[in-house]
C-alpha cells in the first residue's frame, strides 16, 4: 500500500459544528503532516507529528485540533470554525526524518459556512 | 512563511516543447524537492535533491541546484498534455529540516 488515504474528500460544516478529518496510511511512515491550502497558493504546514508526538504546530488557532492514535492514523479535530477556514486540507506522511519526500492525500475540501 | 519564489507563475508551451521551471530560497537547506498537483487535490512527489548534490535526472525530468545562488530548476522534457498541473518547489531547512516550505508554484500548460 502507497497511498495516503483521507476522509471525507468534501465537508460542509457550520461554524457551531465539531467535525473531524481523517488520514490513513500503511506504509510505515512514522512521521505525519497537515497542511492547509487556499486556492492558487501553495500549502502551507500547520502540523507535523514525528513517532506518534507533535514535534511543530505552526501557531494554528485552539479551534484546530491534532491528533495522532496510532502509527498509522493522524485525525484533525475542528470546532468552532470561522468561513475563512474554508481550505482544502492535506494530509502527508514520510519516513522520520530527512531527506524523505512526502506522500501526501488528495485532501478534504472543507466549507464553513 | 513560505519559503520559496518561483518563476514563472505560469508558463503555457506546446506539446513536445521543453519547460523550465525556477526557484529560489532564503535559507540554507539540508534538500529541496519538487511537486505536482493536479485540479487542486494531492500533491505528488517528483524529486529530492539534497544540498551537496547539483543535479539529479528521473525519466524526463532535470533537476539542479545552486546553493551559492539559493537556486533550483526543473527542467521537463518532451512535456505531454498531461504534465499540465501546478509544480511546486519545496525546502527542507538545514536547522528544522522536518519542516517542508512550499513555494508560491508555477501553473504550467501544455497544450496539444
Known amino acids: 500500500d502507497t497511498e495516503v488515504t483521507q476522509t471525507p474528500k468534501h465537508l460542509v460544516m457550520g461554524m457551531t459544528n465539531k467535525k473531524s478529518l481523517k488520514c490513513e496510511q500503511h506504509?510505515?511512515?512514522?512521521?505525519m503532516y497537515w497542511y492547509k491550502q487556499k486556492a492558487k497558493k501553495p500549502p502551507e504546514l500547520m502540523f507535523v507529528?514525528?513517532?506518534?508526538?507533535?514535534?511543530i504546530n505552526e501557531s494554528v488557532p485552539s479551534r484546530f485540533s491534532p491528533e495522532c492514535p496510532n502509527s498509522s492514523l493522524l485525525n484533525l479535530h475542528l470546532h468552532a470554525l470561522q468561513p475563512e477556514d474554508s481550505a482544502l486540507y492535506l494530509c502527508?506522511?514520510?519516513?522520520?526524518?530527512?531527506?524523505?519526500?512526502?506522500?501526501f492525500g488528495s485532501g478534504t475540501r472543507l466549507t464553513v459556512v | 512563511s513560505q519559503q520559496g519564489e518561483e518563476d514563472p507563475q505560469a508558463l503555457s508551451i506546446q506539446e513536445g516543447e521543453n519547460a523550465t521551471m525556477n526557484c529560489s530560497y532564503k535559507?540554507?537547506?539540508?534538500?529541496l524537492q519538487w511537486y505536482r498537483q493536479n485540479s487542486g487535490r494531492g500533491l505528488v512527489h517528483l524529486i529530492l535533491i539534497r544540498s551537496n548534490e547539483r543535479e539529479k535526472h528521473s525519466g524526463r525530468l532535470r533537476v539542479t541546484l545552486d546553493t551559492s545562488k539559493k537556486s533550483s530548476s526543473l527542467l521537463i522534457t518532451a512535456s505531454r498534455a498531461a504534465d499540465t498541473a501546478s509544480y511546486f518547489c519545496?525546502?527542507?531547512?538545514?536547522?528544522?529540516?522536518?519542516?517542508?516550505?512550499f513555494g508560491q508554484g508555477t501553473r504550467l500548460t501544455i497544450n496539444p
Open positions: 519545496a525546502t527542507a531547512d538545514i536547522q528544522g529540516a522536518q519542516k517542508l516550505v
Open positions: 535559507t540554507s537547506i539540508n534538500n
Open positions: 507529528y514525528s513517532y506518534e508526538k507533535l514535534s
Open positions: 506504509m510505515g511512515h512514522r512521521a
Open positions: 502527508a506522511s514520510s519516513q522520520a526524518g530527512p531527506p524523505y519526500g512526502y506522500t
